[in-house]
Every structure is written in C-alpha cells, then in structure tokens.
C-alpha cells in the first residue's frame, strides 16, 4: 500500500486519556507529510530523468549500431573496389599481353616474309649471274670463233705483231 502525504495529513488518532499532545502530533504529521511529499517530487524528477537518459542512451546506441552498420558497408565496398581494380587490372595486363602476342606474332610473319623475299632475291640473284656469266661466255666463245675465222679469211685485220 501507498500511503501519499495527503493521508499522511488526513491521518486520524483516538484520543485517549493522557495521550499525545494532539498539536504536537498534528505538527509532526504535517512536517512529515511535507518531507514525504518532497521525496516524492524527488524521486519522481529522478525518474523522469532517468528515462530521459535512458532515451538517449537508446539513440546513442542506435546511431552507434548505424555507424557500425555504416563501417561494415563501406568496408564490403572497399573490399569490392579493390577486388574489381585488380580484376580490371588483371584483365588490362591479359589484353596488353594479348595485344603484345599479335605484334610478336606479326612481326614474326614479317620477318619470315622478309627473310622470303631476300631467299627469292638472292635465287634471282644468282640466276641473274650465272645467265650473265653464260651470256659472258657465249659472247666470249663468239670472240674466239671470230677471231679464228676471221684470222684466217680477212686481209684486212691488223697482222700480229711480230717479234
């Protein structure tokens, strides 16, 4: 049971021969009533604060757990940004060694070209020369054919010289 500081007033006691001096009692009951009323006050104000500091103790941690949520997200998406930069680097270094692959490749076939051409130049070459030397050597041959024909038949070619 509750008792308030109005019972604490209304409060009512028998009279009985040689009992308590009633002012007194009626004093006494009244400066306890106000006491009792000012803890009352008291301890209702405690309350009140107390659920004030409770409230807010509830949205610090509430903003706490958003903030920590907050962290673990930006975290992940850290984690994601660096997985997908080194995924796209990895895909550039594979497409930069792609692309180097087909320049050596076709430099390659450029030089294998190359080195064709020069083979079908050189063998042109050496056809050339020995059709030169061949063309040489009948023009040589006619010389000498000539010179023995024409030696024997023809008065008027100079006469070796004698010694």
Same mark, same amino acid.
């Given at each position: ?6 019972? @604490? +007033? +209304? ?32 301890? =209702?104000?405690?309350?009140? $604060? ?12 509430? $903003?706490?757990?958003?903030?920590? #949520?907050?962290?673990? =997200?930006?975290?992940?998406? *850290?984690?994601?940004?660096? #997985? #997908? ?7 550039? @270094? ?15 076939a450029q030089t294998l070209q190359v080195e064709a051409e020069i083979n079908h ?5 050496? +056809? ?6 061949? *063309?040489? $050597? ?6 000498? *054919? ?10 008027? =070619? ?6």
């Amino acid at each position: 049971m509750k008792i308030t500081p109005l019972d @604490i +007033q +209304q409060q009512q006691f028998r009279v009985r021969f040689r009992g308590f001096d009633m002012v007194e009692v009626d004093n006494f009951l009244d400066l306890l009533a106000n006491e009792f009323e000012e803890l009352l006050k008291e301890n =209702s104000q405690l309350r009140d $604060e107390e659920r004030r500091k409770m409230a807010r103790i509830n949205e610090l941690e509430a $903003e706490e757990k958003e903030l920590r #949520n907050a962290l673990v =997200s930006v975290q992940r998406i *850290t984690e994601e940004m660096k #997985n #997908n930069a080194r995924k796209e680097g990895e895909l550039i @270094i594979e497409e930069a060694k792609g692309n180097a692959r087909k320049i050596v490749d076709s430099a390659h076939a450029q030089t294998l070209q190359v080195e064709a051409e020069i083979n079908h130049l050189q063998r042109q070459r050496a +056809q050339l020369e020995a059709s030169l030397k061949a *063309t040489l $050597e009948m023009h040589l041959q006619l010389l000498e *054919t000539f010179k023995k024909d024409s030696g024997d038949s023809d008065p008027a =070619s100079p006469a070796p010289p004698r010694s």
